[in-house]
């Protein structure tokens, strides 16, 4: 019997009918992972769950009520996916009907069955274990670290993501019965005003956001503004940063844009305009949502003791790394940007701007310039950026993406040789950066994806693990987590060259990583983690 189980296989395996089986998975009970329309098991996971190590609470999120869905915002090419190696599968839709974790979707978030298995996997048994996830999104690692009573840390560079992690992370403190009735009184207030006709919203359109098209149809956007009215009145931190984390989170839905998967507009999608909506309606169902999630939450931490804490940097990570205590990380579980010029920044700007995050477009500059692998905007144009590693083989590669499309200047493969050494200049960083941090002997996982630049395929997750093998950790294993279907080498590069004609395959890797079982530390009783 192999390492994936069908229902059947893995109902005789753990001597049960296989309708019983179906409906503990549905109920989220055992670990098991829909695949179309049938289960797949990972019997290493079954096994650790019949031992004990997987309480079957663990998978109760399965049947939390409602799910949100993203804006459209997956990759439309999965063909399947299959949990290897015992870790689940790593796509974000799992998240979108899981307490806290379906509040904000967010683009190349990873899942938090994923999380939890990594978790299981490491702690084995151990708890508090400190937990670091320096590029935290919307905080999927923080929150499933909380949830298994560990200590969490976190960095993201995204003033958006940030607000949105920092709100969840908080979220077992929050006075529920406080929040539903605030969600009451906008739902009330707002709406007769917004009834009234009359009623002149106090705030304004941010003056710094420029927009192809209105980025609100009139009528939604006085709604948006009454809103923004009542929740700028509002001086309880944390009830406000709910509330914004919250707007944040539809506000595309009612706006002439949407993510195809990067934000444009809806007319260069060919959607209409929205023209009007029931903006209170929908952030009243938003809130609505996450007072019951921040319930489920809070029985879910409240129990452990010592209670974990999580801690979230609103910085870069190469710039805050300072603030952890060497040696100190036994867990780092993450997934960085990819090698696909994905620009968190360009599709947040709306939320950024809308909900008071920055004033001006040069803001975002130096937001650009500090993201892990910056963007290829960002350096298309520049000087050549030298690749700082000594790795012959990524050297070559850069060198015949170098050479690729000449004629099209920082279009062609100059602009993308120039991003391509930027990006692996900071994985490279990185694994400078995280051994420092690392406990001995600790465990770091890297989700992360091959990609193909003008025709040129990158290993990715292999280049990871041969750097961080040079900085001094040890490979432990690559793990496929994820597989889609083959696509044409011109996928991922924003300018088509058409030249290649050979079908790659896309892949996920969990890239398993040990630090040295003996690190040097300038003292030995230093405080630990967070
Ligand atoms: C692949 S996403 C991580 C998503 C996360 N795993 C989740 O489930 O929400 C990568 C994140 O890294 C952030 N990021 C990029 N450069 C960063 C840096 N230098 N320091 C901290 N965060 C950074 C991006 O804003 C983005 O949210």
Redesign the pocket.
């Known amino acids: 019997m192999g390492e994936v189980l069908n229902l059947s296989e893995a109902a005789a395996f753990i001597r049960v009918s296989a309708k019983t089986l179906g409906d503990l998975a549905r109920a989220g009970k055992v670990p098991g992972q829909k695949v179309g329309r049938e289960w797949r098991f990972s019997r290493s996971a079954l096994e650790r769950w019949l031992s004990g190590g997987t309480s079957s609470a663990a998978y109760a999120g399965n049947t939390d009520p409602g799910g949100v869905r993203a804006s459209g915002v997956r990759e439309p090419d999965v063909q399947y996916a299959l949990p290897f190696a015992g870790f689940r599968d790593t796509a974000?839709t799992e998240?979108r009907d899981r307490a806290l974790?379906r509040w904000v979707p967010?683009?190349?978030?990873?899942?938090?069955a994923f999380?939890d298995d990594a978790i299981r996997k490491v702690a084995d048994g151990r708890r508090p274990l400190t937990i670091l996830?320096?590029?935290?999104?919307?905080?999927?690692?923080l929150i499933e670290s909380l949830k298994h009573g560990h200590n969490a840390v976190g960095?993201?560079?995204?003033p958006y993501?940030a607000l949105a992690?920092r709100t969840k992370v908080g979220a077992a403190d929050y006075d529920v019965a406080g929040l539903r009735a605030k969600a009451a009184e906008y739902a009330r207030e707002v709406s007769a005003r917004i009834r009234s006709g009359s009623a002149v919203p106090v705030s304004a359109p941010p003056p710094g956001f420029v927009s192809r098209a209105p980025f609100f149809s009139p009528a939604v956007e006085r709604q948006v503004l009454l809103t923004l009215d009542f929740i700028r009145a509002e001086t309880e931190g944390w009830m406000s940063d709910v509330f914004r984390t919250a707007l944040g989170s539809v506000m595309v839905s009612f706006s002439n844009y949407s993510y195809e998967p990067s934000l444009g507009t809806r007319a260069g999608a060919n959607k209409p305009n929205i023209l009007d909506a029931d903006v209170v309606a929908v952030l009243r169902r938003k809130l609505d949502e996450m007072c019951e999630d921040i319930r489920i939450f809070a029985e879910q931490v409240n129990g452990f003791e010592p209670r974990p804490t999580a801690a979230l940097h609103p910085?870069?990570?190469?710039?805050?790394a300072g603030r952890i205590a060497p040696g100190s990380v036994d867990l780092l579980v993450?997934?960085?940007?990819?090698l696909n010029n994905?620009h968190?920044?360009r599709n947040t700007r709306p939320h950024m701007f809308w909900l008071d995050m920055i004033a001006a477009p040069s803001e975002l500059k130096a937001m650009e310039q500090?993201?892990?692998?910056q963007f290829w905007q960002t350096v298309r144009s520049g000087p050549e950026i030298p690749l700082v590693v000594d790795h012959p083989e990524l050297r070559a590669l850069l060198a015949t993406l170098r050479r690729r499309n000449r004629e099209k200047g920082p279009y062609g493969g100059e602009g993308w040789a120039n991003y391509a050494a930027a990006y692996f200049n900071?994985c490279d960083r990185f694994c400078e950066t995280t051994l420092r941090l690392m406990a001995p002997g600790g465990t770091v996982v890297v989700?992360i994806g091959n990609n193909i630049l003008q025709g040129v395929e990158f290993a990715t997750d292999r280049f990871l693990a041969e750097l961080a093998q040079a900085r001094g950790f040890e490979v432990v294993e690559m793990h496929e987590v994820r597989r889609k279907r083959t696509g044409n080498s011109i996928v991922n590069s924003s300018v088509r060259v058409g030249t290649v004609q050979r079908k790659t395959r896309l892949y996920e890797t969990a890239v398993e990583l040990r630090a040295p079982a003996f690190t040097i530390r300038a003292e030995s009783n230093r405080p630990r983690g967070v």
């Open positions: 974000f998240n974790h967010w683009i190349a978030g990873y899942s938090c999380v996830d320096p590029f935290a999104g919307v905080g999927t690692t960095f993201e560079i995204n993501a992690c910085v870069s990570y190469f710039d805050g993450t997934s960085p940007p990819y994905y968190y920044i500090k993201s892990f692998g900071d989700v």
